[in-house]
């Protein structure tokens, strides 16, 4: 099981820096929200879906980005309809399937390790108000990190608890998983730090130069 | 903020991320899909604490934010936040704080109902008061025709707020993590 969609590419787009890409996005997720106009809805539509080509991405993956939302988009349309007209309806779906598209070629188009360090290069300013960006970027590599190990643990119980005749109980397989995965969380904590990590300095040398002001809570 | 703290605001992440992963398990008589991912603040606040389980969950935002599909159904992005669902997704956070704060307050004298109405507090009340007024924003429809349809949900959530206090009893006899505030 992965988490990433991303799709190898060495486009313009591909290329675009993620910090770049993640705010074009909040530009343009706020304009098609504060200016509610069906030319610029279907402007921003009609030039996300050519970027997808100029991207390397097949007109089938770009489809299967607006599978998971279509019932959604059809709920959305039908009580515009109801309640406003027809019209309103037809810009709710026209925006939001350009935010979707939108969002999920920078998904397509970027690593997660490239957006994790992008991210961490802009909560730098975190520093001066006492919060480590090292700290963050740590446990959200974790955290990614954790998400198969998840779900090999929850198969192998599922697995166990079936062999004792225990097929669909949610309860027998949630508790073992959380207990075995708690026990796991604090043997990284002890395997982390026995490897000398130190959560109160960056573990990144580039910033070692820098004096430290302890974050001690 | 300790090594353990890191690792265990990951965890729990990550354990929101994997309960979207999972299919969705459809109820037998009312016949409504459930995802269990709305169980992930719960189970954060529940027995990760007020202070990592909201952090779990801030971290967990973050991660759908920058693009992740980790939302249940495969939905991730910015864009997200900007659509129906986002006053609840963004009420995570503040639905963990209040159920570890009072999980830690009562470390001492927890029952099943105690658990129960605390949960019920994070998980139902406090994340339906941030998601209603955001859907009706949203859609441009009034407060109560959006109270109105957020309660298809209420059967649902009952039943996640039950596994939750099913679940975390026994977690937290098997391998207590909570300190006594």
Do not use: C
């Not at chain 1, 963050?136 to 166990?160: G, K, M, N």
């Not at chain 2, 009420?91 to 999980?103: R, T």
């Not at chain 2, 941030?130 to 429809?141: D, H, L, T, V």
């Not at chain 2, 109560?144 to 949900?153: H, N, R, T, V």
């Amino acid at each position: 099981m992965t988490v990433s969609e991303y799709i190898h590419g060495h486009s313009f787009i591909h290329r675009t820096p993620p910090g770049l890409k993640i705010l074009i996005l909040a530009v343009l997720g706020t304009l098609l929200f504060v200016f509610p106009n069906m030319i610029f809805a279907a402007a921003s539509l009609a030039i996300i879906v050519m970027l997808y080509p100029l991207a390397g991405i097949s007109p089938k993956v770009m489809l299967a980005q607006i599978k998971p939302i279509l019932a959604i988009l059809v709920l959305l349309f039908l009580v515009q309809l109801f309640m406003v007209n027809w019209q309103s309806g037809v810009l709710v779906i026209v925006r939001l399937s350009a935010l979707m598209l939108t969002a999920s070629l920078i998904t397509l188009t970027t690593r997660s390790s490239d957006m994790i360090d992008a991210l961490e290069k802009r909560l730098a300013w975190l520093y001066f108000i006492g919060i480590n960006p090292a700290k963050i970027s740590l446990a959200l590599s974790l955290a990614l990190r954790f998400i198969p190990v998840l779900a090999a643990i929850t198969q192998e119980v599922r697995e166990a608890q079936k062999a004792r005749g225990l097929n669909n109980s949610v309860i027998a397989v949630a508790i073992p998983v959380i207990v075995r995965t708690l026990k796991m969380a604090d043997s990284i904590a002890m395997a982390l730090e026995a490897r000398a990590y130190d959560p109160q300095s960056p573990y990144r040398a580039k910033k070692s130069s820098k004096k430290e002001t302890s974050d001690v809570d | 903020m300790s090594t353990k703290d890191i690792v265990y605001i990951a965890l729990f992440a990550a354990i929101t991320a994997a309960m979207g992963l999972f299919p969705a398990f459809t109820l037998p008589i009312i016949a409504v899909p459930i995802t269990a991912q709305s169980m992930g603040p719960m189970l954060a606040g529940a027995i990760a604490g007020a202070k990592r389980g909201a952090l779990a969950m801030v971290l967990f935002d973050l991660l759908v934010m920058v693009g992740l599909p980790l939302l249940a159904g495969g939905r991730g992005g910015v864009g997200i936040f900007l659509g129906p669902s986002g006053g609840f997704i963004l009420a995570w956070p503040i639905a963990a704080l209040l159920i570890g704060y009072l999980y830690e307050k009562n470390i001492r004298s927890l029952s099943v109902v105690k658990e129960a109405v605390f949960i019920t507090l994070g998980g139902i009340v406090i994340i339906y008061s941030a998601g209603i007024p955001w859907i009706s924003a949203f859609a441009k429809i009034t407060l109560s025709q959006a109270a109105i349809g957020a309660m298809g949900f209420i059967p649902g959530d009952i039943i996640k707020v039950i596994l939750t206090v099913l679940i975390v009893r026994p977690v937290r006899k098997a391998y207590p993590t909570l300190e006594s505030r």
